[in-house]
């Protein structure tokens, strides 16, 4: 527009705030890349990956810096984030509400 340089987002980085897809691209490029599953609800495939993966990240998809991400130390405290995210979208009318949990890197 103004002829100034800036983030593209040709290339399919047109929701350059999907953190799912932030990691999908890290990985493709053959990095290491965060263990991750996205889901709308909690059930037995978003429980049984959490499990596996306490303490986790449980943030929502399409957020900016750190708004909504928290540690969850307990499969509770898991659930609960997990749910509060879904809920909280859904008010806002989301279109594609949806909740990451990520493995936790410690660093």
Do not use: Y
């Not at 047109?14 to 990691?23: G, L, T, V």
């Not at 609800?41 to 596996?52: D, P």
């Not at 130390?73 to 989301?94: C, V």
């Amino acid at each position: 527009l103004l002829g100034l340089r800036g983030n593209s987002t040709s290339g399919g980085f047109e929701n350059r705030r999907d953190k799912k897809f932030q990691q999908e691209k890290v990985k493709e490029a053959g990095l290491r890349s965060v263990r991750q599953l996205q889901g709308t609800a909690w059930n037995s495939e978003v429980a049984a990956f959490c499990e596996q993966e306490v303490p986790l990240i449980i943030k929502p998809v399409e957020s900016c810096g750190s708004d909504g991400v928290k540690l969850c130390k307990t499969m509770g405290e898991a659930e609960a984030h997990f749910n509060l995210l879904m809920t909280g979208q859904r008010k806002l009318g989301a279109q594609g509400a949806a909740v990451l949990c990520q493995e936790f890197l410690q660093g």
